[in-house]
């Protein structure tokens, strides 16, 4: 224990612990307990016991296993009066308490580091409805409150609450296992669990509103799992996701400028970025190439890769860039893709060649809500001095953002006009 008389600021302490350690924390309680309802309600005690304690018996000098001791005790506690004065538990319920008290169980420290893998599989499983998968991922692995969950995927809070509540009793009531599957079993619960993966680190990368651009938590977080996967299971697209996201993190301390603005690509300072990191992206990206059973994960890579290697805008191979997308789009049509490609051919074959195809995507009544589809077409519009169509554009697409630093971005933009 460090001394009470040297402990620094505790408030700020739990606090610092809380933010670093409390989803670490919870899946470890999750694991040992075996249910999501309880293991919240004891993550919470044993915070509660930390601000009361620490001040006198000062910091622990391990305040993960000190919160999971703790915490699991607490539930015990809690599980046992219950048996005893508010329900009567039946057999099953009692030989669970026992169990969960047993001393012979593993020590705090083993397996902690898979903790929140096991986690994520648990959160992915094929019993659950994609759109829960997401929901609970989000809530339970990287602790996103329930209001950005639904800001994110725009949908009502209600609505992702209900998901969440659901999810839970699915799992408590099918047993679902708290476990990574076994190598039979692994393969076809893979790509859920990339596809949920991706998202926690794209909310990252891009926070969907706030004040804040990017939330490093959440994108470290996702690197994290993914590489902890490939360790696992070192299938090709593992190993693309993990290098286009390691790719798009290198990136980080150019994105944004001091003042906490949006910098675009082209007008980033490329000797910020960690070039060690994108040589060692490059690396999985060229070996989940060369297995040839990559997927849109890895083609993904493969342009970010390009734009990495660039030595500056100007240097971009735009053109290899718009056969990747045709590729992608071979792989994973849908309109995001369309857009991304036809800002790609904007760049290569000139921006009316770009609008005709952005137009295209928004004539046929899709992404007509998506605020980067009109962004897109706004600087189409302006590159080709059209002031007033640009205008609107930049109008629309800012009316359709709630991300503070994007939205700061398109009125500069529309002030500019």
């Known amino acids: 224990m460090a001394s009470a008389a040297q402990a620094p600021d505790i408030a700020a ?123 609970l991922t989000l809530r339970e692995v990287c602790g996103l409150a329930t209001e950005e969950i639904a800001r994110a995927h725009l949908v009502p809070a209600p609505t992702v609450a209900q998901r969440i509540v659901r999810a839970k009793a699915k799992i408590r009531d099918a047993r679902i296992p708290y476990e990574v599957p076994g190598r039979g079993e692994l393969d076809e619960r893979l790509e859920s669990v990339l596809r949920v993966i991706y998202l926690v680190f794209n909310e990252g990368y891009l926070a969907s509103s706030g004040e804040a651009l990017t939330r490093h938590d959440l994108s470290t977080e996702a690197i994290r799992l993914a590489k902890l996967l490939v360790e696992l299971l070192p299938e090709p697209e593992a190993v693309g996701l993990l290098g286009l996201m390691m790719l798009h993190e290198s990136r980080r301390a150019a994105r944004v400028s001091p003042q906490g603005d949006l910098v675009l690509l082209e007008d980033q300072d490329r000797s910020k970025w960690d070039h060690a990191q994108i040589a060692d992206a490059v690396r999985l990206v060229e070996a989940a190439l060369a297995s040839r059973r990559f997927g849109p994960y890895t083609i993904q890579a493969a342009i970010a890769a390009v734009h990495a290697q660039a030595p500056d805008a100007g240097s971009t191979d735009w053109a290899q860039i718009v056969g990747l997308y045709d590729v992608l789009a071979d792989l994973q049509p849908s309109p995001v893709v369309e857009l991304n490609r036809a800002v790609a051919v904007a760049m290569r074959d000139g921006p009316q060649a770009g609008l005709v195809l952005v137009d295209a995507i928004l004539g046929r009544g899709e992404l007509g809500d998506y605020p980067l589809a009109h962004a897109a077409r706004a600087d189409l519009c302006r590159r080709l001095g059209r002031a007033g169509e640009a205008r609107a554009s930049y109008a629309r697409a800012l009316e359709l953002t709630t991300q503070a630093p994007q939205r700061r971005f398109l009125e500069r933009r529309l002030a500019e006009l």
């Open 13 to 135: 302490v739990v606090d610092s612990v809380y933010r670093t350690e409390s989803r670490r924390v919870l899946a470890t309680l999750i694991r040992q307990l075996g249910d999501f309802d309880v293991a919240e309600e004891a993550l919470h005690e044993a915070f509660v016991a930390a601000v009361e304690q620490w001040p006198v018996d000062g910091v622990p000098d391990h305040p993960r296993a000190w919160l999971i001791t703790t915490g699991r005790f607490k539930a015990i506690d809690r599980l046992r009066r219950r048996s005893k004065h508010e329900v009567a538990l039946d057999e099953e319920g009692l030989e669970r308490i026992e169990a969960i008290a047993d001393p012979s169980l593993p020590g705090e420290d083993e397996g902690l580091e898979d903790d929140r893998l096991r986690l994520v599989f648990t959160c992915c499983h094929p019993a659950l409805a994609p759109e829960a998968q997401v929901a």
